[in-house]
């Protein structure tokens, strides 16, 4: 089994900032693809940002300029920072992780912007 655990989700003031981290462990055999996810109340789950093994990285359009996500492949993990944070931002934020090609998720996190 794998498990992903999300963490630094909570509440901030619009223009504020917050880290997401996402550690993977468990039965980890070789990890590619990493991303965060989120999906707001009445919304499907949509795609934020997502990085390679190799650090290429691809971003929503919403995001671009204020998101970035990196990750460290000794320490099997992601992380995504989120700057100029908008309320539209407000949603679960969910961790992903491919391990041999399967996709895995995280429990998820509430980011929630609003003054």
């Known amino acids: 089994q794998v498990q992903l655990v999300e963490s630094g989700g909570g509440l901030v003031q619009p223009g504020g900032s917050l880290r997401l981290s996402c550690a993977v462990s468990?039965?980890?055999?070789?990890?590619?693809?990493m991303g965060w996810y989120r999906q707001a109340p009445g919304k499907q789950r949509e795609l934020v940002a997502a990085i390679t093994r190799v650090g290429t990285t691809n971003y929503a359009d919403s995001v671009k300029g204020r998101f970035a996500i990196s990750r460290d492949n000794a320490k099997n993990t992601v992380s995504l920072q989120m700057n100029s944070l908008k309320p539209e931002d407000t949603a679960v934020y969910y961790c992903n992780a491919y391990n041999l090609g399967r996709p895995y998720w995280g429990q998820g996190t509430q980011v929630t912007v609003s003054s």
């Open positions: 468990g039965r980890i055999l070789s990890i590619g693809l």
